[in-house]
């Protein structure tokens, strides 16, 4: 068993544990293993409802190891989620700080993205509760880890559903535009659209044309293609997914043409082992770190190895997206 260091230096008597932003499959899972943690380390767990929502309200619950039993496979968070505009306020952070003082937290564990995680860093600035980050979005555009939670199920659910579009659209000789979410980051296209065959990946890390597409669709039609998939990142700079249908219309006109946005689906579900997995190891590395002293951090897991990222550099920094990758998708399409 791992040797905790400066544990009573640290003096963590009692956290707090929270999800905000948009759920992900596997935050369930995280809450477990934070709770199960701090319980292992006779810590208090207070579980916080409504992300920081519940914190400014007081709806904090006592949590121990029953408390999550049988979430490790649900989707969603039990804890529910919210992205909340009092906490962006001096007066939201200011109620929860008393919230904090009447409970005696120590610290507090924030599961969520980037914005949540800017909530923890002023929050720990201005009133000095630690912090520490635990990385949960399907878009997997945080730094200081290599998958994010949740990122790896939504994955799988866009595969799935791509693959059932290509049936229908092989069926009908047909052109489909598929959105997948990914606000500004193109991890879950570029890799969805890799997985299922895509003709074309359009994400916002890429300067795409439309002249790049259009030749794309005329080599596709060179090398007898009588069907296609085109994955459109959410966060696609060169227009939405109706522009982009109706440009291609225009330029080929015989082309039957539909577009699918997958949307939500992606951010629910059962989540898959590996974000199973992730979100264990993540969820026992914010409790071992805030017991190890680090505070301001956020914890993420990089080569198979649990890390600590100072927070302002997972907030300012994004995960590239691996150039390689879209010339495979390229040499692959054809
Ligand atoms: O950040 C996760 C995410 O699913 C993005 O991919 C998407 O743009 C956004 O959340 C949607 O947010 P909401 O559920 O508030 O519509």
């Known amino acids: 068993m791992k040797k905790i260091k400066n544990m009573s230096e640290n003096n963590i008597k009692s956290i707090a544990v929270l999800t905000s932003g948009g759920d992900a499959p596997g935050m369930n899972a995280a809450l477990r293993a934070v709770v199960r943690t701090a319980n ?4 208090n767990c207070y579980g916080i409802r409504e992300g920081y929502n519940g914190l400014i309200a007081g ?5 121990g190891p029953r408390s999550v039993k049988n979430i490790i496979n649900q989707g969603g968070t039990i804890l529910k989620s919210a992205r909340s505009k009092e906490f962006m306020t001096p007066e939201g952070r200011r109620k929860a700080f008393e919230q904090c003082q009447k409970l005696g937290i120590d610290a507090l564990v924030c599961i969520g993205g980037d914005g949540s995680f800017t909530g923890a860093k002023v929050f720990n600035e201005e009133y000095g509760i630690r912090v520490i980050g635990v ?5 997997n555009d945080i730094f200081g880890t290599d998958n994010t939670i949740g990122y790896d199920t939504a994955l799988n659910t ?6 059932k579009i290509r049936d229908t659209a092989t069926s009908h000789n047909r052109v489909f535009f ?3 979410m990914g606000r500004d980051a193109g991890f879950i296209a570029l890799n969805s659209g890799i997985a299922t065959g895509a003709l074309d990946i359009l994400i916002p890390e890429r300067k795409d044309s439309m002249e790049d597409l259009f030749s794309t669709f005329r080599m596709a039609e060179k090398v007898g293609k009588s069907s296609s998939i085109v994955v459109v990142a959410e966060g696609e700079e060169l227009g ?8 291609t219309k225009e330029e080929f006109p015989t082309y039957d043409i539909r577009v699918t946005i ?10 898959s082992c590996a974000d199973r997995v992730l979100a264990s190891n993540l969820g026992y590395g914010a409790v071992v770190g805030l017991l190890e002293g680090k505070n301001k951090v956020m914890v993420g897991m990089q080569s198979n190895k649990i890390t600590y990222t100072p ?5 300012k920094k994004h995960n590239e997206i691996d150039k390689n990758l879209i010339q495979i998708s390229e040499i692959l399409a054809m």
């Open 40 to 43: 292992h380390f006779n810590i």
């Open 59 to 63: 709806d904090v619950t006592k949590m």
């Open 135 to 139: 990385p949960g979005t399907i878009d």
């Open 158 to 163: 866009a595969m799935d559903a791509i693959d």
């Open 178 to 180: 598929v959105e997948v």
């Open 240 to 247: 939405s997914i109706y522009d982009l249908a109706k440009a």
């Open 262 to 271: 997958l949307g939500h689906i992606q951010r629910g579900g059962s989540p």
């Open 311 to 315: 927070i302002e550099e997972a907030i």
